[in-house]
């Protein structure tokens, strides 16, 4: 890592020029190749799969989408004349449009009456257009729903329902992307307190999201991947992003307020963070590429552009990073925090502010501490007792939106379940007797055997009950196990209800296969990486726990609609199905992230001082304050997906926006710690038997491996002159002697002719850094051997701002 940082530094301006070519090329690629999205929902060996293929057998299905215009008048009937005379043109109008394939109206045909409710209050009309719903050109879309408003009075409303339709009516795309991004900024702002500093991260993520965008449409011509998957891939894309190149950057302006030149402090900083960024990238993937173990085809194509889009986001943090670092400079620092460092010198370590008194209170009163986190935990998880995985439709959209209100004036007018008609599929027995069955049945409303087509026969059967409902899934299961046996029949239930039921239950019994598999693979990963047993069986136990208690978040507002309405979120429903898999995916991902970042630095000083307590004190001290950051930033850029106008996307973002805030803010800030306090050193503890057969995986190397290795032995100095560019000695320079890591080991003041001398714990090496006032600072790495080291330093005058 430390060449490839220091070559990338070096050529920064290749490496900006390689990557913005990059972005470019594969935007203008993606713009000239369009999309090609699909939504695949293969269920074999499900009952609703095999009506499906019957029913494509008997009626091959026409390509194109069917949306809905629907009209209710106050007073009278839509069959009155004046009624008819406002709609009907309306109508002819749109079938005239280039587009449109067929318009089927209540005012024409044989099957029109059957368009009108009982009470003649209600009436729609079906729009069938030649392209599917994502291939519609907007501006159709648009001239369809402006004409049929149009055709709106005093007493007669009309709404426009169906996927089409719903496309125009979400926000701008990238929308929710610009919020999230600007949240970001400002919680990088007032983390960093430069301008600059904070663009970093930002730039880093807007290369790794648009490369990995970019690339996941070309790859839609390729392979099937759903039009949910861009949306997952900026979310997950956006978080890891900022979040990586955050965690690089603060260590790299803690080696720099520290003395350490810019160079060799992004050196130190891609070899130290950088590899934990990469560890927890490859965590990351790991996680979602567990979806692939569900054998959901609907998720290989989500897999594919999430993990594509986080291994280019980790790739521009470990490379176009490093070079735009080194644009910066000393410029990574806030105006104030450089001119403090050429008046006072380097900042020593730390010992107060408010992380380290935190960290004071979890090892003082650990059970306290653990006990509350614990039972905080428990609450938030009681409602996932009642989760129900289903499918949202649009009756979950916003009460505004036009597709809400038709699909309500649609039931209102023809029963709740007219919204999620279930197609019975029968290709042998006796349907008549099949038909009189179903209709005998308790929970369905109407029954209308379509004519037999190449030996099938098709059964719209419209439930008493919405689509969503419990009763709806008890009449499919009523339908299967007892009507159809009973009449002697060979039919399956169909229909996109059914599907839908089908794929919750498919995911239900894949679950726990799938949670095994994510949880098995990340213990497996900070077995070699901690050498530690009880360590990744803390962060198994730990993910479960943030895991219930994010779903207990996503139940009690999603399904019991708990501040629904504040959020513009629609209706209560049942959670997506496919969510869970999903969202502990990307959750198991991210903890893992901060587990890792958490504990490689308790790690790294339990292998220094051997002192558990210390260990973890100092753990949590150093690192809490920018897990909080990177954790804050997510929060921000998963909740701004509300805004996305895509329900699956929005859920997805308040249940991981959940479930960050609670794996940092509770688990890794209190909980895990208290945990491990209690657990003393049995945290370390691994038999021997198994430490001989582990491979070995570092994932931040020791500070003293940083340097070309030297062999151990007795304490020694170092020791010379400060000088300026005309030899004459410079009195009161404050020379700082530090590890490679930024750890400060000693300082001194020069004296009136310039000399110092500072103590050397033992062989190895170290970093000199040198400030005083109206020179620029330097640092030089400096060797040590047997014996003291004579080492003068010539200092420049110049800016504060200088490159040494």
């Not at 009456?113 to 501006?139: C, H, M, W």
């Not at 409602?383 to 959209?397: E, F, I, K, M």
């Not at 598999?517 to 900070?526: A, C, D, M, V, Y």
């Not at 997506?576 to 790294?604: C, K, T, W």
Request: aromatic content about 6%; glycine content about 10%.
């Amino acid at each position: 890592m430390a060449t490839w940082a220091r070559w990338c530094y070096r050529h920064r301006l290749v490496v900006l020029l390689l990557w913005v070519g990059a972005l470019f090329g594969t935007g203008f690629a993606a713009s000239t190749a369009g999309t090609d999205y699909a939504n695949v929902f293969s269920l074999p060996d499900t009952d609703s799969k095999k009506a499906y293929d019957l029913m494509e057998k008997a009626f091959p299905a026409r390509a194109g989408d069917t949306d809905t215009v629907v009209w209710k008048v106050d007073r009278g009937s839509v069959r009155d004349q004046d009624v008819r005379s406002r709609i009907q043109p309306a109508l002819d109008e749109i079938a005239a449009m280039k587009g449109v394939g067929d318009v089927a109206g209540p005012y024409t045909g044989a099957q029109g009456a059957a368009q009108i409710s009982k009470d003649g209050t209600i009436a729609y009309a079906q729009i069938t257009f030649t392209l599917r719903a994502n291939e519609v050109p907007k501006e159709l879309v648009e001239d369809v729903v402006d004409t049929a408003r149009a055709a709106e009075r005093d007493g007669l409303r009309v709404e426009l329902g169906g996927q089409a339709v719903q496309r125009v009516q979400e926000p701008p795309t990238g929308l929710a992307e610009m919020v999230g991004l600007a949240a970001a900024a400002v919680v990088l702002f007032l983390a960093f307190g430069s301008f600059f500093a904070m663009l970093l991260p930002i730039a880093v993520a807007v290369f790794g999201v648009g490369m990995g965008l970019f690339g996941t449409q070309l790859l839609s011509h390729s392979t099937d991947i759903p039009d949910l998957a861009p949306l997952l891939s900026s979310l997950i894309g956006l978080g890891v992003g900022i979040d990586y190149a955050l965690f690089i950057v603060t260590r790299h302006r803690r080696g720099v307020l520290r003395g350490v030149d810019p160079e060799e402090s992004v050196v130190t900083a891609l070899n130290t963070s950088g590899r934990a960024v990469l560890f927890a990238g490859g965590t990351v993937c790991i996680a979602l590429a567990g979806m692939l173990v569900t054998n959901l085809r609907f998720l290989d194509g989500v897999v594919i552009g999430t993990s594509l889009t986080v291994v280019l986001s980790v790739l521009a943090a470990t490379t176009l990073l490093p070079a735009l670092l080194g644009f910066l400079g000393p410029r990574v620092l806030s105006r104030g925090q450089r001119r403090r460092l050429a008046e006072n010198g380097p900042e020593p370590e730390r010992t107060d502010g408010l992380a380290v008194r935190w960290s004071g209170v979890v090892q003082r009163r650990p059970r306290t501490v653990g006990a509350i986190a614990l039972v905080v935990m428990a609450l938030l998880a009681l409602p996932v007792l009642s989760l129900r995985l289903g499918a949202t439709d649009q009756g979950n959209d916003d009460t505004s939106t036009t597709t809400r209100q038709a699909y309500d004036l649609l039931a209102e007018g023809f029963g709740p379940g007219f919204n999620g008609p279930l197609q019975v599929v029968s290709d042998g027995g006796d349907s008549a007797a099949l038909v009189r069955g179903i209709e005998a049945t308790d929970g369905v409303a109407r029954v209308a055997a379509l004519p037999p087509a190449q030996g099938v026969t098709v059964i719209q059967v419209i439930p008493t009950t919405s689509p969503q409902s419990e009763e709806t899934d008890v009449l499919i299961d009523t339908l299967r196990d007892e009507v159809i046996p009973n009449a002697g029949a060979q039919a399956h239930v169909g229909g996109v209800t059914a599907v839908s039921k089908d794929f919750a239950t498919v995911t239900g019994d894949r679950l726990p296969l799938f949670v095994g598999t994510i949880i098995g693979l990340g213990f497996l990963l900070l077995l070699v990486a901690f050498r530690s047993l009880v360590v990744p069986l803390t962060a198994a136990v730990m993910n479960l726990i943030a895991a219930a208690a994010s779903f207990g978040v996503l139940v009690a507002i999603f399904q019991w609609g708990w501040g629904l309405e504040l959020l513009g979120l629609g209706k209560e429903g049942p959670i997506n199905a496919f969510l869970p898999v999903i969202m502990l995916s990307l959750l198991f991902g991210l903890s893992m992230d901060y587990q890792v970042f958490l504990v490689s630095r308790m790690h790294e000083e339990w292998v220094h001082t051997r002192d558990n307590a210390r260990a973890v004190r100092v753990g949590l001290a150093e690192t809490s304050r920018v897990i909080n950051s990177a954790a804050l930033i997510m929060v921000c850029v998963f909740l701004a997906f509300v805004l996305s106008g895509d329900s699956g996307a929005a859920m997805a973002g308040v249940g991981l926006a959940a479930a960050v805030a609670l794996d940092a803010f509770v688990l890794r800030t209190a909980l895990v710690p208290a945990a491990m306090h209690l657990l003393g050193t049995s945290n370390w503890w691994l038999p021997a038997w198994l430490e001989k057969r582990l491979p070995h995986l570092a994932v931040e190397p020791k500070e003293e491996d940083l340097a070309a290795p030297v062999e151990a032995g007795p304490a020694s100095v170092v020791h010379g002159l400060v000088r300026d560019s005309s030899g004459a000695p410079v009195e009161g320079a404050a020379v700082t002697l530090m590890s490679p890591g930024g750890r400060q080991l000693d300082r001194v003041t020069s004296l009136a002719d310039g000399s110092y001398i500072l103590s050397v714990p033992s062989p190895g090496g170290y970093l000199l850094a040198v400030t005083a006032p109206s020179y620029a600072p330097r640092a030089r790495q400096v060797t040590v051997a047997e014996g003291p080291v004579v080492y003068d330093v010539e200092l420049v005058e110049g800016e504060v701002d200088a490159v040494s």
